[in-house]
């Protein structure tokens, strides 16, 4: 322990030392006298093999991250790998490319083929579904900056009471639904723009979004890795990829004997407990259940894209074209420094506010149809959950939820079964 | 973790230590960010008051060297300042970054120290039909409100911005229809701009009887019927039934023609059209060394509004948030003859409302009737003086609600002021009495806020005053306020005012079109471009050619009967002031204090481009062998 505390404050005192004597510069002033400024030298993009060198990284950490995980059961392990991910993929790559926002990437290049997406961003991308699918979300275990980050600020877990949890699980489906429409519109990466912790991995943002990565911290204090649990969208393809994964962490390495003692080593709510034998209600009442919640999906698909439809002008509205010529014809009372700058871009850009004004009107019918197809897919999000919500699995042992468990290895020290010693 | 070796009861007391020494380090470090960047917020390093100061007097002696090192070096200490915070900012980030990680380390060893066995929990879990019910019943509830919302919010909205684009990319199809009740006017026999013939298509040219072909015929028409219509106490163009009775007996003397055009009475010049009716106007001076500049005298409080002009006498306004003054200058000698202190008007705010400093207190220009002179402020105060200063009449208009502040200026029509209060609280156009402030008549307007002012033409011999607001261009009676014509068309914040020649009127607004307008019974578009447009220099027009300036610097000439675009001129920098025509020459004073003067013809000649030295945003005045220009702090006489 002794070791480990030395080794670590010696590795953020060498990195933050660098950091203390950057050379100080300020900007050219404006000159009256026709002083003609040289041009602005813009800094060469990062070399390509590096690109490359991080696709490396991942794969490499993925294999350590999942043979810790399915392997050695190692929690230890899998804690080393999360920071090492949380220094380079965070600090050091200042987190991006992530796997979480390459979504919209992948998105943009399906809808716009004028976007040539890279190769290395498909990789970021597919990799950690790849080995989503053969050894469970051992991406979200010790290879996700985001996940570190909040995993080593939790102190004092609470336990969410399962049916919050469900009830909250379904936010991270309404934030790729939006992403995934903002991306397709090619009007924003929303996923980036509104990361909570890139701020802390860049030393930069704005006061909002520091204050708003502040307060997923302290949250995370207590509530295990929230924005993992009910707001990563990348989470939800993990989600459901891990539901039919080839192999994911067991809790106990043989056969589960009931002991209980694991049943509160989850701080994430993520394993399941073994269901009763006879179930406490009648067979039929919740067979009609379930066939009336099947039924209803059709008309919530047509009730979510109706009403996602009805609010297509307020979701293209972050749109900057679709803002621009909404403050050109609706000119509010506020009128902010950012209002101006694009309003003067606009006046340099030689186009006329006709031409602008048919763009955004073609962008709106985009909206339209978006917003039909985003309210629809909620639609059947919340259906099938509803229906979901209805069945009945018997199953005796405490085992992880496929789906939400995060693979992060905590429960396995908690299970007094050993290899060597069956039950 | 939970099997490995626990530290030693040493080690946890050590690690306490630091979590406490680290968690005290971050706070104050994160209590010393926060403090510098609210500091850093409030420091603009290019904006010092002590600089802009010195700036300010390095404009007005821009030889003293000594002054220009002081400059520099106090704004290289204000740039070094800010910057060094800054970095202070990002290196307390780091060490805040590295206390927060010590902190979170100790935690994590204390923790792992105080960490148990598990105990099976004596407590039953609740039961999966418990929460499968109750997730089913927040799921359904939380779906029904995202419903809800959405439609609460659509409803809302109602489509407002597709509604806007439709209008916006359609204007034909939703022009008003004049109602015929407000259209009963005669044409009159000797109707000066020729027969209006009602043209359906809005490309149509309408023929034209007795053309004139002085480049200030139509404005001279305008001004002739306008005064005639002063002068007399009947109608005599056969004004509609609803008419009230011309100017009463008991008014002030009425000016005539002649000393209309021979003074300035209002911004642009009289009727407000942008033409200047003197003579001998110089075309070269020199503000650097002094050539042709007469007088420059200081205006104590500083104004954006033009300044006016009647016999020798020159009238301006200045007013910051606490003062608001009237100047009367001599025009022959740039001495400030009287200065009245506009103060206790009734129902006068006690705190000046909020306006852009672009803008300031004193924005709208004054205008005279030669008998007494106007004038109107930010704050909705208007007062009544006469020509050496006395106080006739003021009154308190009701703070008008305004994000720039109000600049629409005055202008004067019999016996009535005229006013265009375009505010966000309740649109509208009014008259006073001139004698007594008393207000005649009020028209509301279902316009947005406007900061054009208004303009006297002559629309088939009738005088009206024509306004310009989003989204609305009308002429009005000045007699009893009845509207006599809309349509729509301008859209935006709209800043130019109204331009009019040959019966035809032309509106402008950036983000919008140019539009020639044919006022009648049957109102209607003759053209538009959407290729140059204005956002505060109003256009100029003469018989057959229409000037457009912009804040860009391009200066377009069109044809006023077809918009044909005779030619485009690019200056280097753009104008706030409006152009001007004196002697067949426009007159367009830049940003920076350059007169562009070209001829008013149909093939860009320049004739001269004098600088004043100073930037200036008004714009300028004439009298015979004079022009006057106003800047930020000075009045400029310029002429040989």
């Not at chain 1, 900057?320 to 606009?346: G, H, M, W, Y």
């Not at chain 2, 009425?254 to 001998?280: C, H, M, T, W």
């Not at chain 2, 959407?530 to 256009?539: G, H, N, R, T, W």
Request: hydrophobic share 40%; charged share 20%; proline share 6%.
């Amino acid at each position: 322990m002794k070791k480990f505390s030395v080794l670590f404050l010696l590795f953020f005192i060498l990195y933050f030392l660098p950091g203390t004597s950057y050379a100080q510069r300020f900007p050219k002033p404006e000159f009256d006298s026709g002083h003609v400024q040289p041009p602005t030298l813009t800094p060469a993009p990062r070399a390509e093999f590096l690109a490359w060198f991080d696709v490396l990284v991942l794969i490499g950490s993925l294999s350590a991250a999942s043979w810790f995980v399915i392997k050695k059961r190692s929690r230890k392990g899998v804690f080393w790998v999360s920071l090492f991910a949380l220094a380079y993929f965070g600090f050091y790559r200042e987190g991006c490319i992530c796997p979480v926002g390459s979504v919209q990437n992948v998105v943009l290049a399906m809808f716009h083929p004028a976007y040539i997406i890279p190769a290395t961003v498909v990789i970021f991308f597919s990799l950690p579904i790849l080995f989503t699918l053969f050894f469970g979300r051992t991406f979200c275990a010790g290879v996700c900056p985001l996940g570190a980050i909040q995993d080593i600020v939790l102190f004092k877990p609470v336990k969410l009471k399962p049916w919050v949890q469900t009830a909250l699980g379904l936010i991270p489906y309404i934030y790729l639904g939006l992403a995934i429409l903002y991306a397709a519109t090619a009007t924003d990466f929303v996923i980036c723009r509104y990361d909570p912790f890139v701020g802390f991995f860049r030393f930069d943002a704005t006061f909002n979004m520091l204050f708003l990565g502040g307060i997923f911290l302290l949250v995370s204090l207590f509530i295990g890795r929230p924005y993992c649990r009910f707001l990563c969208p990348y989470g939800v393809l993990l989600n459901l990829t891990s539901r039919i994964s080839r192999k994911h962490i067991a809790i106990t390495p043989t056969e589960c004997i009931q002991c209980r003692l694991c049943e509160d080593s989850c701080p994430f709510g993520a394993i399941e407990l073994p269901s009763p034998v006879k179930p406490a209600e009648k067979r039929e009442t919740s067979v009609r259940r379930f066939i009336l919640l099947v039924i209803i999906i059709p008309p919530l698909v047509l009730a979510g894209g109706f009403a996602g439809s009805m609010l297509h002008e307020n979701l293209a509205s972050v749109h900057p074209k679709v803002r621009l010529a909404k403050q050109l014809l609706i000119p509010s009372k506020e009128v902010t420094e950012d209002i101006k700058v694009n309003i003067d871009a606009f006046k340099t850009s030689g186009k006329t506010v006709n031409e602008l004004y048919a763009e955004v009107d073609g962008i709106l019918k985009v909206f339209y149809v978006g917003g039909w197809l985003l309210g629809g897919f909620l639609g059947l999000v919340f259906g099938l959950t509803l229906a979901n919500l209805s069945k009945f699995k018997y199953q005796p042992d405490y085992i992880p939820d496929k789906g939400t468990c995060l693979s992060c290895a905590r429960c396995v020290d908690y299970c007094p079964v050993k290899p060597e010693n069956p039950a | 973790m939970i099997m490995d070796k626990k530290p030693t009861e040493a080690n946890v007391k050590l690690w306490k230590g630091i979590a406490i020494f680290a968690g005290i380090f971050s706070f104050v470090i994160c209590f010393l960010i926060i403090a510098n960047y609210v500091q850093i917020n409030r420091i603009d390093p290019v904006n010092v008051q002590t600089i802009n100061a010195l700036v300010q007097r390095l404009h007005e002696n821009p030889g003293d060297s000594l002054l220009r090192e002081q400059i520099r070096e106090l704004d290289l200490l204000a740039r070094k300042a800010y910057f060094t915070t800054q970095w202070q900012i990002r290196t307390g980030g780091y060490m805040l970054i590295a206390g927060v990680a010590l902190f979170v380390m100790a935690l994590q060893v204390i923790i792992a120290a105080r960490r148990k066995y598990p105990v099976v929990s004596s407590q039953l879990t609740e039961s999966y039909l418990f929460n499968q019910k109750n997730a089913r019943k927040w799921i359904a509830i939380g779906g029904i409100a995202m419903v809800a919302i959405a439609l609460v919010l659509a409803f809302i909205t109602h489509n407002e911005l597709e509604n806007n684009l439709l209008l916006a990319l359609n204007p034909q199809s939703n022009q008003e229809p004049v109602p015929e009740n407000k259209m009963s006017l005669k044409i009159p026999d000797d109707a000066v701009s020729g027969s209006m013939v009602g043209n359906p298509t809005e490309t149509e040219v309408p023929d034209l009887k007795n053309k004139s072909q002085d480049t200030n015929d139509n404005q001279n028409s305008a001004i002739d019927t306008f005064v005639k219509n002063r002068q007399t106490e009947q109608n005599p163009q056969g004004a509609t039934p609803d008419n009230k009775k011309a100017a009463t007996s008991e008014t002030n003397k009425i000016a005539s023609v002649e000393d209309l055009r021979k003074n300035f009475p209002s911004f642009r010049g009289p009727g407000g059209l942008g033409i200047a009716y003197q003579k001998d106007i110089p075309t070269s001076w020199d503000g650097a060394s002094g050539q042709n500049i007469l007088w420059k005298t200081k205006i104590p409080l500083s104004g954006f509004n033009s300044p006016i002009i009647w016999d020798d006498k020159i009238f301006l306004t200045g007013a910051d948030s606490k003062k608001k003054e009237v100047y009367c200058i001599d025009r022959n000698s740039g001495k400030i003859l009287w200065t009245t202190v506009v103060n206790n008007i009734p129902g006068s705010p006690d705190t000046s409302p909020k306006v852009t400093d672009d803008t300031g207190h004193a924005a709208p220009g004054m205008a005279t009737d030669g008998q007494q002179v106007y004038a109107v402020f930010s704050d909705g105060d208007v007062i009544a003086l006469d020509m050496n200063g006395v106080r006739v009449w003021a009154k308190n208009l009701g703070i008008p609600k305004n994000h720039y502040g109000y600049a629409s200026s005055l202008i004067t029509c019999n016996d009535k002021l005229i006013i265009q209060y375009d505010q966000g609280n309740g649109a509208k156009v009014m008259a006073l009495s001139s004698n007594t402030g008393d207000e005649l008549w009020s028209t509301p307007r279902k316009v947005k806020i406007s900061w054009a002012s208004p303009v006297l033409a002559s629309v088939k011999g009738q005088t009206e005053i024509i306004l310009v607001a989003d989204p609305l261009v009308a002429g009005y009676d000045p007699e009893t306020g009845a509207e006599r014509w809309t349509i729509k068309g301008v859209t935006g914040e709209v800043g130019p005012s109204a331009a009019f020649s040959d019966g035809i009127v032309f509106v402008t607004n950036e983000y919008s079109k140019l539009l020639a307008i044919k006022p009648g019974e049957k109102t209607e578009k003759l053209w538009e471009s959407d290729e140059y447009l204005s956002d505060v220099p109003s256009p100029v027009a003469t018989a057959d050619l229409l000037f457009l300036a912009t804040s860009y610097g391009l200066v377009a000439c069109y044809d006023t009967k077809t918009g044909n675009k005779y030619w485009e001129h690019e200056f280097d920098n753009g104008s706030y002031s409006s152009p001007m025509i004196a002697e067949n020459k426009v007159y367009l004073l830049d940003k920076t204090g350059v007169m562009h003067i070209f001829k008013a013809e149909k093939e860009f000649e320049a004739v001269g481009d004098p600088a004043l030295g100073e930037k200036s945003v008004c714009t300028p005045a004439f009298s015979n062998g004079r022009i006057f220009l106003r800047t930020q702090n000075n009045l400029f006489c310029i002429g040989s």
